[in-house]
C-alpha cells in the first residue's frame, strides 16, 4: 500500500468517543458525500478507493445509527483501475443521519442523477478533539500525502466548497500549520508543503505510526542532503587547491626555466622551492613546511608576486 494509504488505515483504527465518531463522520459526509438518483431511488453516497476508510464509515454509520448502509463496489475506468467503494444510505435512512450530524434535511436539494453536494454548515463544537476528529474525517474522505521519500513534501484536503475549504485552512492554522488553499476544476485544495508541518498534522490527526515513518523518512532525507551537500563542498575545494597548485607550479617552473629560481628574493624563491617539493599540498599544509611563520594569506600572497613576474616578463618580450 501506499504510504497515505498505510496512515488512513492507522486512523481507522482509532477508537473514539461517540461526539468524535459523529464529528469525524460530518467532516466525511461534507468532504465527499453526494445525493444522487440511481435505478430511481434517491441516495446519499460516499465513495472511496480506500477499504478501509469504507468499512470505517460503514461501522460508524451502523454504531452511532443502528443503521446498515447499502455497500457497492466499482472499477474506475481511467489510470491505475482501482476499486471504489460506495456507502449509500436511502432516502429514509439520510432523513435521520444527516440531522444528527448537523443539517437540516428540508434545505438539502434534491438529489440529481450527476450528483448534489451538501451545503457546508460551520460544526458547533470548538473544544479541541471534536477539531481533530473532524480534521482526521476531512483527511480520510478527501485527503492524501506524499511519501516521505518523494522529492517533495505534500498533504493535502479536496473539499468540494470554498467555504469548507476555509473552515479546514482555519482549523489547520489554529494549530500554526501555515496551510494554503487553492481551487482546482472540482473543488478547492487546502495544502501543507513542509515537512514539519505535515509531521504536526499527522501527529494531531492521531497518525503516530505514520507519523514516526515519515519523521524518519525525512531525517534520513535531510541526512543524506547534508552529506551531499558536504561532499560537495569538498569536492569544490579540493578542485580549487589542485587548480592553483597546478597555476604554481606553472609559474614556478617558468621562473625557473627563465631566469633561475636563485635569482628570486630569499622570501619567494622558499615558497617556490617548497611548491616544487609539495606539488599536491595545500596552503595551510605548505604554510607548515615553511622555515619561517607565514600565514595562508601571506603565502598566497607570495604566489601572486610570483605569477606578476612571469606576467611582467611576457609583457617586456
Not at 633561475?260 to 617548497?274: F, I, S
Not at 600565514?295 to 618580450?317: D, I, P, Q, T, Y
Amino acid at each position: 500500500m501506499s504510504f497515505a494509504a498505510d496512515t488512513k488505515k492507522e486512523l481507522t483504527l482509532i477508537s473514539e468517543a461517540s461526539s468524535s465518531q459523529k464529528n469525524e463522520l460530518a467532516a466525511v459526509f461534507a468532504a465527499s458525500g453526494q445525493w444522487l438518483r440511481v435505478d430511481g431511488r434517491a441516495l446519499f453516497v460516499v465513495e472511496t478507493e480506500n477499504v478501509a476508510t469504507a468499512r470505517r464509515i460503514y461501522t460508524q454509520v451502523k454504531t452511532q445509527f443502528g443503521l446498515s448502509a447499502e455497500v457497492a463496489v466499482r472499477r474506475k475506468m481511467r489510470l491505475k483501475k482501482n476499486n471504489v467503494y460506495g456507502i449509500r444510505l436511502t432516502e429514509g435512512q439520510t432523513e435521520v443521519v444527516l440531522p444528527h450530524l448537523g443539517w437540516d434535511f428540508a434545505t438539502v436539494e434534491e438529489p440529481h442523477k450527476s450528483g448534489t453536494i451538501l451545503p457546508f454548515h460551520e460544526p458547533p463544537f470548538t473544544d479541541v478533539e471534536s477539531v481533530r476528529a473532524y480534521l482526521r474525517g476531512a483527511f480520510l474522505a478527501a485527503g492524501s500525502v506524499n511519501a516521505p521519500g518523494s522529492p517533495s513534501y505534500h498533504l493535502e484536503v479536496h473539499v468540494p466548497t470554498q467555504a469548507h475549504a476555509d473552515y479546514i485552512q482555519e482549523k489547520m492554522n489554529q494549530y500554526e500549520l501555515n496551510a494554503k488553499q487553492f481551487r482546482r476544476k472540482k473543488g478547492f485544495i487546502v495544502y501543507l508543503k513542509e515537512g514539519e508541518k505535515i509531521v504536526d498534522f499527522l501527529s494531531i490527526i492521531g497518525a503516530h505510526q505514520a507519523l514516526l515513518k515519515f519523521e524518519d523518512r525525512r531525517i534520513l532525507k535531510g541526512m543524506r542532503n547534508q552529506v551531499n551537500r558536504l561532499v560537495n563542498c569538498e569536492t569544490a575545494n579540493m578542485n580549487k587547491t589542485i587548480n592553483a597548485a597546478v597555476r604554481q607550479l606553472e609559474t614556478i617552473q617558468r621562473l625557473q626555466a627563465t631566469v633561475g629560481l636563485e635569482t628570486l628574493p630569499a622570501h619567494l624563491r622558499e615558497v617556490a622551492e617548497v611548491r616544487l617539493r609539495f606539488p599536491e599540498a595545500n596552503l595551510q599544509e605548505l604554510c607548515e613546511r615553511l622555515d619561517h611563520r607565514v600565514s595562508k594569506s601571506g603565502l598566497n600572497h607570495r604566489f601572486r608576486k610570483l605569477e606578476e613576474m612571469v606576467a611582467e616578463r611576457s609583457l617586456h618580450r
